[in-house]
């Protein structure tokens, strides 16, 4: 008769565990599913969030640039009697905007007979902080037969070149873009094509300031509950080039890849990136014709789950653990 019960308790106790493995296993599994898809969501409310706040902060610095462009260029319209005159209005409101790599003039052919052909003042940023000046237009470095200024004479607005790479052998040697605006004279014929630099180098370390600057701001990161993900921007020009990017961070797109993200302008987009798996929150950069994108790899997100996974395992084995050591005692054992 013992030997029974004791048969029948110990199938009973195996019962109770098995029951209280599969509730535990069937509620750590929804609950894991439900807060996968709510991290998943989370994050890209969270990112999309960040990418749309780098891509405002960027495109307020650039247009600052072009506002304090648009002085110099106002004030060489108005001195334009002689090469000299145009030469201290430029360099009269550099200290407007110090984060410019340079200002210039390129002037129409024999605008200024006494100046030949060429003449286009450059005040720019050397090897030191303070702005220097040189004449840079020569049969060298024809300027008018760059793309900038031939859209410039077509055109009765101002504009963002394309990126280009500069080249003199110097410390000017390097990538820009060009924030371009036609000058007329008080006749209405083009007088010259002003212009105002910026470097790949500066756009690369202003937008890894922003970066950070998101990344520590609270109210972007409120509770920090997900400070093991991580996140690099990097901007890309219209024709889907990664022109802006940490070093070593380079974004190789396909050619239909490029082509949606230029099409659309902004959203997400899933690709590998030196073989690893990530994420492309994308958003446009107004003024100029660049978008910004956030890359964050799929890895980041993939850590948290697995940290979420381990914490259900823990709780289900506690659990297990508890509802046996609770029918041992109960049976004796």
């Known amino acids: 008769m013992k030997q029974t019960f004791k048969v029948f308790v110990d199938k009973q106790t ?7 493995l599969a509730v535990l296993f069937i509620f750590a599994f929804v609950s894991f599913m439900i807060c996968r898809h709510t991290l998943t ?38 001195h334009m009697d002689s090469p000299e005159a145009v030469v201290t209005a430029l360099k009269s409101k550099t200290h407007l905007n110090p984060e410019v790599r340079g200002y210039f003039a ?27 000046y040189s004449q840079v237009g020569s049969a060298r470095h024809d300027y008018t037969k760059s793309d900038w200024y031939v859209r410039a004479k077509q055109s009765n607005d101002s504009f963002w070149s394309d990126p280009y790479y500069y080249y ?22 083009l007088a ?3 212009g105002a630099d910026i470097t790949f180098d500066w756009a690369t370390k202003e937008l890894q300031r922003i970066d950070n600057e998101s990344k520590n701001d609270n109210l972007l990161n409120m509770g ?7 996140f690099y921007s990097v901007i890309i020009d219209k024709d889907g080039y990664c022109i802006v990017h940490p070093e070593g961070k380079s974004v190789p797109l396909t050619k239909e890849q490029a082509r949606v993200l230029t099409q659309q302008r902004s959203g997400m987009m899933d690709l590998e990136i030196s073989g690893v798996p990530s994420t492309l929150y994308y958003s446009p950069i107004e003024h100029v014709d660049w978008t910004v994108a956030l890359v964050v790899t799929k890895q980041d997100m993939q850590k948290t789950l697995l940290m979420l996974g381990l914490v259900f395992f823990l709780i289900m084995l506690i659990g297990i653990i508890v509802v ?7 049976t004796g054992k």
Request: proline share 4%; aromatic share 14%; with cysteine.
């Open 14 to 20: 195996r019962n109770i565990l098995f029951t209280v």
């Open 168 to 189: 003199d052998g110097t410390s000017m040697s390097g990538h820009y873009a060009t924030f371009v605006k036609p000058i007329f004279d008080s006749t209405g014929r």
């Open 224 to 230: 920090h509950l997900y400070e093991i993900l991580d």
């Open 106 to 132: 390129a002037f129409e052919p024999e605008y200024f007979p006494q100046k030949g052909t060429w003449f286009e003042p450059y005040i720019h940023h050397s090897d030191s902080s303070e702005f220097d």
């Open 41 to 78: 969501a989370e994050a890209q409310i969270r990112y999309i969030g960040l990418k749309n706040v780098i891509s405002e902060k960027f495109s307020k610095t650039i247009g600052a640039m072009e506002m304090s462009a648009e002085n110099v260029f106002d004030e060489v319209g108005k």
């Open 324 to 330: 046996w050591v609770a029918c041992s005692r109960v």
């Open 192 to 194: 010259c094509v002003c």
